[in-house]
T-cell receptor, first 113, second 114 residues
């Protein structure tokens, strides 16, 4: 069965610091990869996705993620975080043969001004 | 994209009762999903609901506990039956637009069982 691991449960950063959130998955087949964000009091929103092609994908609000197939990883990055990035971030994986999304446990990011 | 609404947004229920959660989408979609997000945990898929067929339940979830209806391409309901405090959770509706294969999520229903 597929599983998704997010290594950091809680991250605290100061504004302008760089961010990298780890995500590893276990599945040997072809996958689609996603990062979702949930801002306080809001519903889940898609940050970015990878289906194929360039392994470095850019999403909204300056976020990017790199798919490294050999490491089964899809880490999320942002060079300079803002207070408004305070949210919970979820990595998710989907087997291309199915529609089911498998989510990681989430990372709570707190950015202090 | 798809805009999803859920009713109710939150509820406090007594154990042994049932609650039906509604999910409405602003466009026709083939696949709808119901997730549960327990306190401090990630999202777990309960079932997939396609219009015109029985819902497909994930391991650990059964139809008697979580009956689902999907009467048309824009609407679904999830019932949480015979509730216990362990059912306290956020229940989320999600749809797959098939174009871009993105899943969109509703705002969730926060359920507390006392």
């Amino acid at each position: 069965a597929q599983s998704v691991s997010q290594h950091n449960h809680h991250v605290i950063l100061s504004e302008a610091a760089s961010l990298e959130l780890g995500c590893n998955y276990s599945y040997g087949g072809t996958v689609n990869l996603f990062w979702y964000v949930q801002y306080p009091g809001q519903h889940l929103q898609l940050l970015l996705k990878y289906f194929s092609g360039d392994p470095l994908v850019k999403g909204i609000k300056g976020f990017e993620a790199e798919f490294i197939k050999s490491k089964f990883s899809f880490n999320l990055r942002k060079p300079s975080v803002q207070w408004s990035d305070t949210a919970e971030y979820f990595c998710a994986v989907r087997d291309t043969g199915f529609q089911k999304l498998v989510f990681g446990t989430g990372t709570r990011l707190l950015v202090s001004p | 994209s798809a805009v999803i609404s859920q009713k109710p947004s939150r509820d406090i229920c007594q154990r042994g009762t049932s609650l039906t959660i509604q999910c409405q989408v602003d466009s026709q979609v083939t696949m709808m999903f119901w997730y549960r997000q327990q306190p401090g945990q990630s999202l777990t898929l309960i079932a997939t609901a396609n219009q015109g067929s029985e819902a497909t339940y994930e391991s650990g979830f059964v139809i008697d506990k979580f009956p689902i209806s999907r009467p048309n391409l824009t609407f679904s309901t999830l019932t949480v039956s015979n509730m216990s405090p362990e059912d306290s959770s956020i229940y989320l509706c999600s749809v797959d637009t098939s174009v871009g294969y993105e899943q969109y999520f509703g705002p969730g229903t926060r359920l507390t069982v006392t």
